[in-house]
């Protein structure tokens, strides 16, 4: 399995919740700017280039938790 960071499967587990950029600072006690370099880092790391496909990737590969909602 791929390796990431802790705070790279929080970040990674909030964009698949929906999370704004700014939910994502606050949740990860970082500053707004700061987001997009961590983003990006993690994107780089898991091979994507937009949110939706590290959200396919993370699914994939087992790196996020996944419960889906019932009717």
Known sequence: MLQ???TERL?????A???S???LAASLLLADGDVDEHLRTLFRRIGVETPAEA?????????LDYTPHSP
């Not at 970040?11 to 964009?15: E, R």
């Not at 959200?55 to 790196?63: M, P």
């Open 4 to 6: 990431i960071t802790p």
């Open 11 to 15: 970040a990674l587990q909030l964009l």
């Open 17 to 19: 919740e929906g999370k």
């Open 21 to 23: 950029k700014t939910e």
């Open 55 to 63: 959200i396919a990737a993370g699914l994939k590969r087992g790196l």
